[in-house]
């Protein structure tokens, strides 16, 4: 019922919706043939459990834009990156003028080339770590 009812604002503010998917969101519970087929779904006996929502972490990083790179001493990628999400930040694939930092291992290759080339600040995996320990 939250979802149905929510408000394209409060969409938004939902981790990785934009505009494009609340719009998307809002547009089909406006449609009454889909609350309609939501409806028929209950009076078969289709359940599912709705809570509280659930308290939001400090999101320090939110905002931030992270690209990871070459092969990192400790850590997988992908635990790096749910390091970085859980922080608040985007973590993307490619470096671009809106990444804030790149975070670069061993065998680093183009990005770490096109991070120079940008400006952008470059990390190492200890740095992000460390920056990681500062921001609790």
């Excluded at 092969?71 to 997988?76: A, Q, V």
């Excluded at 940008?118 to 500062?134: P, R």
């Amino acid at each position: 019922d939250r979802i149905m009812d929510a408000s394209l604002e409060a969409l938004s503010e939902v981790n990785d919706v934009g505009p494009v998917v609340a719009q998307s969101i809002r547009t089909f519970f406006d449609q009454p043939h889909n609350r309609e087929v939501v409806e028929q779904l209950r009076a078969c006996g289709v359940t599912w459990e709705e809570g509280e929502p659930a308290e939001r972490a400090p999101q320090p990083l939110a905002g931030k834009t992270f690209v990871l790179t070459g092969t990192f001493p400790t850590l997988k990628r992908e635990d790096a990156k749910a390091l970085l999400e859980a922080a608040g930040a985007k973590v993307a694939g490619s470096v671009s003028k809106k990444t804030d930092y790149v975070v670069a291992g061993t065998d680093a290759g183009s990005k770490l080339d096109k991070a120079n080339e940008l400006g952008v600040a470059v990390l190492d995996e200890a740095g992000m770590l460390a920056l990681l320990d500062s921001l609790t």
